[in-house]
């Protein structure tokens, strides 16, 4: 059955893997995918979400950061390959249809950073925006959460490092400018092909290729430390293409660049599959053997150290064309250190951002 949805990556819903309920309705009824197909296009819902916290603490030594923020939970630029997917299982979701269509919003993200910063026991430290989903991902035009929470951090002088696949950070230069002046932001811009065909495919609602590389041309002319990060680095589909990547990243003011090898964590590797049979027949199989090479015969591997780099031939000899493209093109020249070191914290008797 041909299964096509509009402007969605993932075509079906994997089952969720704490749901111990499920019932077949192929005999006599309708299946899920059927109606899939009958409906061709499937509308985001939004829903909001009553966190009583806002920032994640992470103990992975190999992510570079302690704390990351998300005032969304999924995301609706779809990405196919998104490791975050699963996480929406959590919420009795899907990781498939259900991620990039119904989005989780919390509403008071900004005013829960603030009650984060006054308590006595928050330690000044990075904070990653878009530890999971993309903090910048269209509905955040419309809502600015991210935006509100960015002048929190300004205010409160907390360093903050953005990643993101969309244009609209350019609407915050403001706040990014003044943030930079005091080094406590930067920002990497991910860049997965430079193929507009492919990257619609593999991500549809995010910017195209070229408006990612003039975000990073406008942040870097307004002294915003700037980066690209080429991920998911997809062995046989993209891997060719870093050089050129990293290339024009440099060429329109990135100084920084950074790389993540595919990652099929639960059910990603299912939609990835049924996605690269779907998308690339021709090449699946030669693809997916070339990511088993990497992962020591699996699809994904979450060993600290490994998860992000991958193992093996296949995996050294990506790693060195990145390291000797940096090299060429001048990327990673500085150690880029933000600091909490300026971290203040207002009086009791004093306004906070919210009165």
Same mark, same amino acid.
């Given at each position: ?5 509009? @402007?969605?990556?993932?075509? =079906? $819903? +994997?089952?969720?893997?704490? *749901?111990?309920?499920? %019932? ?5 009824? &309708? ?32 992510? @570079?950061?302690?704390?990351? =923020? $998300? +005032?969304?939970?999924?995301? *609706?630029?779809?990405? %196919? ?5 699963? &996480? ?268």
């Amino acid at each position: 059955m041909d299964i096509q949805i509009k @402007g969605r990556a993932a075509q =079906f $819903n +994997p089952k969720n893997r704490f *749901e111990k309920l499920e %019932i077949d309705y192929s005999e006599g009824g &309708t299946s899920f995918p059927e109606v899939i197909e009958q409906t061709k296009k499937i509308d985001t819902v939004f829903f909001k979400d009553y966190s009583k916290s806002i920032i994640a603490v992470n103990n992975s030594y190999d992510v @570079g950061f302690n704390y990351s =923020f $998300n +005032p969304y939970r999924g995301c *609706e630029h779809g990405c %196919i390959y998104c490791y975050a997917r699963p &996480t929406h299982e959590f919420l009795g979701f899907s990781s498939g249809v259900d991620f990039e269509t119904k989005i989780m919003v919390k509403e008071n993200a900004p005013k829960l950073l603030e009650d984060t910063f006054q308590k006595k026991s928050y330690k000044p430290d990075l904070i990653m925006f878009s530890g999971d989903t993309d903090c910048y991902q269209p509905v955040e035009r419309k809502l600015k959460l991210t935006r509100k929470s960015l002048e929190v951090c300004l205010r409160y002088r907390n360093p903050v490092s953005i990643i993101t696949k969309n244009y609209l950070i350019t609407r915050d230069i403001d706040i990014l400018k003044e943030m930079a002046e005091k080094n406590i932001v930067a920002a990497a811009i991910s860049i997965t092909s430079l193929n507009k065909n492919l990257a619609a495919k593999m991500e549809p609602r995010t910017s195209i290729p070229e408006r990612r590389f003039d975000a990073i041309k406008l942040l870097a002319e307004n002294k915003i430390p700037v980066g690209v990060n080429v991920a998911p680095i997809i062995p046989g589909l993209n891997d060719n293409e870093i050089p050129e990547i990293l290339k024009l990243a440099a060429e329109n003011g990135a100084s920084f660049a950074g790389r993540t090898m595919l990652r099929l964590p639960y059910s990603v590797k299912d939609l990835f599959i049924a996605w690269l049979e779907k998308e690339f027949p021709d090449r699946a199989n030669k693809i997916l053997n070339k990511v088993r090479e990497m992962r020591d015969g699996k699809l994904n591997s979450s060993e600290f150290g490994k998860r992000f780099t991958g193992e093996g031939k296949t995996a050294e000899s990506i790693i060195n064309l990145f390291d000797i493209s940096c090299e060429k093109y001048g990327l990673n020249k500085k150690n880029l250190k933000l600091s909490a070191d300026n971290f203040i914290r207002p009086k009791d008797n004093q306004l906070t951002f919210f009165d």
